[in-house]
């Protein structure tokens, strides 16, 4: 499989990536190197094997359904890009 | 007459030990560390951040305890943390520009930890972006240099990555040992490139609570230090339960400073075949021979055994780290941290905020990553990748059926010049062919400095056990401490 032009622009935009149409054949060819390297794994036998999920298996761990932490407003608004009256400030979404 | 500075050159243990007899106190040892760290910046360009207060009120904190004879196991010694670690208040960027000027308001999990046992902030440590890279070169800041140079050279080198700054500080003798996290080889490579110790134990020991995430199901947080037994006290206290992480082992936590120095006379070594790649140097290949000779001579059984997925352990890993990397790093959108870039709407926000904070190898993995979890590619690609990874464990059980520990090189090179892979993404990957086994499969394992290669760079050997089982590994890396005699330091000149 590879990747073309238009696949490359598509990606960026599910991925949220502004990507200059100058970097795009760049990333064609780094992406299609990467691709290319990795259909290898067709060769391994996967008939019947299960996916992995975690090397040491332990029952996921369950917890009270109760609030355990809160009340830290001015601490969740500490690192926002802008914040006012207690609020995080955000481009409008909604038309 | 001993000097400040010739006591950074003493390990953790001999300098808790000073600390303990009054010899020296931790106010003293923690303005020495952060004026080498800091005399060393402009050669080295190993930290991102320092806090002198932060660092002072920790170290006179940790005198108060040592004075009433309370010292935990790590009271009063100095110690850098990977940029990926959040420490409250102390800039935290992992190493981009899109969390430029972050400061948690919480701790990681790990860091407290380890401030829990009376260890001191010195220095926060440049790394890869996002932990993205096995040469340092993608930080924001710039590569780190590494301390060691070629016999007669005056190249730049790399230090190795993602943890190069943490590798550098501990070798440069900057501070008594350093965090690292180590998804694909992160801590194992740069240990192995500045003859340093590095390890990383099995997946889930150690909490990623408040560690900048890259790849989930691969990250495993771990120590940097110059011994065996310092990165043991290192590993015990990092470790732990983490209601915060499910992810974490609920097991006990062994004593793995114990485990150092206990004899390994009669122990099975596996070797594997397939860790001999082509165009692997020969001086690699001497290195591991002499690593099989010492064990032999220490009374160990040495077995011939066969991983034979080895050779996919990299293509899986190519998909498997880029498809939890592009969603862990979806969150970083520029509304509630972060650095914001506007656009003509809120999709074009999230556009420019990314393409401008990301650098380029980030963004390349995010795209990979999204590439194979898109529509109609997630069972070729994401399941099958898994399901590889099914077969590399399998391979370790089946030798751990035979063997108690597995020795390997841990790199495939000595130090490279800083500049001379970053244009080939895949030659760059390949640094990581022997690590990346041990994070697919969630195995312990360790790099320990194994000795010098014929331009006087520093080659370590790998070590890795079953999962669970740190205390074999120690057992096996102190005993190859212990013949190499590995006693070299890079030369100073920074």
């Not at chain 1, 359904?65 to 608004?77: H, P």
């Not at chain 2, 050279?153 to 008594?176: H, K, M, Q």
Request: overall charge negative; aromatic content about 8%; some cysteine.
């Amino acid at each position: 499989m590879s990747v073309t032009a238009d696949d490359v622009r598509r990606i960026a935009r599910l991925a949220r990536l502004a990507e200059p149409e100058d970097r795009v054949d760049a990333l064609v060819g780094e992406l299609n190197g990467i691709l290319n390297w990795i259909e290898q794994l067709n060769e391994v036998d996967v008939e019947g094997v299960q996916a992995m999920t975690t090397p040491v298996a332990f029952p996921l761990p369950m917890r009270k359904d109760e609030v355990t932490d809160g009340g830290i407003r001015d601490k969740v608004l500490a690192n926002a890009p802008k914040s006012d009256e207690g609020f995080f400030v955000v481009p409008k979404s909604v038309e | 007459m001993r000097t400040m500075s010739d006591l950074l050159k003493l390990s953790l243990t001999d300098v808790s030990a000073k600390l303990k007899a009054k010899e020296v106190s931790a106010s003293e040892l923690a303005t020495e560390a952060v004026k080498a760290c800091k005399a060393a910046q402009p050669a080295l360009n190993a930290f991102t951040a320092f806090d002198e207060d932060k660092t002072q009120a920790m170290a006179k904190a940790a005198d108060a305890r040592l004075a009433k004879g309370e010292g935990g196991l790590l009271e009063g010694v100095p110690l850098a943390i990977k940029d990926l670690f959040a420490v409250e208040g102390v800039d935290t960027s992992a190493s981009s520009n899109i969390l430029k000027g972050f400061k948690p308001t919480y701790e990681s999990t790990v860091t407290s930890k380890l401030w829990g046992k009376g260890a001191v902030f010195v220095a926060k440590t440049s790394m890869d972006e996002f932990a993205m890279g096995s040469s340092n070169e993608t930080a924001n800041t710039g590569p780190v240099v590494n301390p060691w140079k070629a016999a007669g050279g005056n190249e730049s080198l790399t230090p190795g990555g993602s943890s190069g700054g943490s590798a550098a500080a501990v070798a440069a003798d900057l501070c008594f040992g350093a965090t690292g996290t180590d998804t694909g080889g992160s801590i194992r490579q740069p240990a192995s490139f500045t003859g340093t110790v590095g390890v990383k134990g099995t997946y889930g020991r150690t909490s990623r609570w408040g560690v900048v995430a890259f790849a989930s199901s691969l990250d495993h947080p771990g120590p940097f230090a110059k011994t065996v037994k310092d990165s043991a006290m290192m590993l015990q206290a990092m470790s732990g339960h983490d209601p915060k992480d499910s992810t974490s082992l609920p097991n006990e936590v062994p004593d793995f400073v114990a485990a150092c120095g206990q004899s390994v006379k009669g122990l099975k070594i596996g070797v594997p075949k397939e860790y001999r790649v082509d165009g692997m140097p020969a001086e690699i290949d001497d290195a591991w021979q002499k690593g099989i000779d010492w064990l032999k001579a220490a009374g160990c059984e040495i077995v011939d055994i066969s991983l034979p997925h080895t050779k996919y352990a990299l293509p899986a890993y190519y998909i498997v780290a880029p498809a939890e990397a592009s969603s862990n790093l979806a969150r970083y959108d520029g509304m509630r941290y972060g650095n914001r870039v506007d656009g003509p709407d809120l999709n074009g926000t999230y556009e420019n905020t990314r393409g401008a904070g990301f650098g380029h190898e980030v963004q390349r993995r995010i795209m990979i990553g999204t590439y194979v979890l898109s529509a109609g590619y997630y069972d070729a690609y994401y399941l099958r990748a898994q399901k590889v990874r099914t077969r590399i464990l399998q391979d370790f059980h089946d030798a751990f059926d035979k063997v108690d520990a597995i020795l390997t090189p841990s790199a495939p090179s000595a130090a490279f010049a800083l500049g001379s892979k970053s244009d080939d993404p895949i030659a760059m990957y390949l640094n990581d062919v022997f690590t990346v086994t041990a994070n697919l499969a969630g195995v312990p394992a360790m790099s320990v400095p194994a000795g010098l290669d014929s331009s006087g760079l520093p080659l370590g050997l790998q070590v890795i056990t079953r999962a669970l089982d740190e205390e074999t590994m120690f057992k096996v890396g102190a005993a190859l401490e212990d013949s190499a005699g590995f006693t070299h330091k890079a030369a100073k000149w920074w």
